[in-house]
């Protein structure tokens, strides 16, 4: 079957949804950051810099990341954000330092070295605190991509008019809101993205981690329309139209794990006016990502000269 490239997603952006995220993203700006940035000797190499990173997030969160920088170089450096899948680790980001990034790869709570607080684990963070918004364990989890930016914003060797967001699945999602919700984001790309059309995807498809969700309304049967008033403050979709800054967007047309009706219904409601949509025919949810990868790294390249070759003209971080 051929996803309708039309498709409009079921979820209704709640009326207070922006003075809602407003009240989260102020709490979250009360918390004291306290970087720690600490160099791994152990994972640097002669030309990369590896830091271990930690900082503080929404509830008081310590979350985790790595870090990785040139060894040597002269002048602002472009600052990448890598977010990462939901059940991957993220990886410790050398090659996009190799490509002359300062590249900060966030380990959100519940992830790898950011489990001491909260650890719902996997299967288990879809639906953790599902039933109300202010327990819903995306609201932790997008604050720490988001504060992330905040670290990125305070080294002194990032250029803060050359910042860029990136991730795939789960980190596709994550890449939505923080582009929606952080205007020194200057590019992003996202891929297969995940987190959005909630409610359309568990019917579309029945595969972990949306399955959770049924799994969830299996068990209880009358949860369904808090669940779904729920969602509709976290769902992708719902952020889509604060997005200003160019993006591209990679999804596979035989997805079975994020369907591709919702990638097209999210990139049908982005608002910024320098978008562009890859479909992969053939591919799943690994989204055309060999292919893709290049157009990705030319996208994001310093140079904006590499970056008009992508496809997408002056969006070079």
């Not at 952006?13 to 102020?26: A, G, I, R």
């Not at 939505?176 to 020194?184: D, F, L, N, V, Y």
């Not at 969700?213 to 008033?229: A, C, F, H, M, Q």
Request: proline share 6%.
């Amino acid at each position: 079957m051929v996803p309708d490239p039309n498709y409009i997603c079921s979820v209704e952006k709640p009326e207070d949804f922006d003075s809602f995220w407003e009240d989260v993203t102020k709490t979250l700006g009360n918390i004291d950051i306290d970087i720690s940035c600490v160099l791994d000797d152990f994972r640097s190499t002669e030309d990369i810099s590896v830091y271990e990173v930690f900082f503080n997030s929404l509830d008081n969160i310590r979350v985790s990341g790595w870090y990785a920088v040139p060894s040597k170089h002269s002048g602002k450096l472009p600052g990448l954000m890598l977010v990462p899948g939901y059940q991957s680790d993220p990886p410790i980001p050398r090659e996009w330092a190799k490509k002359g990034y300062a590249c900060l790869s966030v380990n959100p709570r519940g992830k790898v070295r950011s489990r001491s607080q909260f650890d719902p684990g996997y299967p288990g963070l879809l639906t953790y605190g599902i039933v109300d918004r202010n327990t819903y364990s995306y609201r932790g989890f997008y604050c720490d991509a988001w504060r992330g930016i905040d670290f990125l914003l305070d080294r002194d060797e990032v250029d803060s008019e050359r910042i860029a967001v990136t991730g795939s699945s789960q980190g596709g999602g994550l890449t939505i809101t923080t582009a929606a919700m952080r205007k020194e984001v200057k590019a992003a790309a996202a891929g297969a993205p995940y987190l959005c059309g909630y409610m359309d995807a568990i019917e579309l498809t029945h595969t972990y981690p949306y399955e959770e969700i049924n799994d969830y309304l299996r068990s209880n049967p009358g949860s369904r329309k808090t669940v779904e008033d729920t969602l509709s403050y976290f769902d992708g979709i719902s952020f889509a139209d604060r997005i200003k800054c160019p993006i591209i967007v990679n999804i596979g047309l035989q997805d079975n794990v994020c369907p591709p009706e919702t990638g097209y219904a999210l990139f049908n409601q982005i608002g910024s006016k320098n978008k562009k949509l890859y479909e992969y025919d053939g591919h799943g949810h690994e989204a055309g990502r060999y292919i893709h990868s290049r157009i990705c790294l030319l996208y994001t390249s310093p140079s904006p000269r590499d970056a008009t070759r992508s496809g997408v003209a002056g969006v070079g971080v």
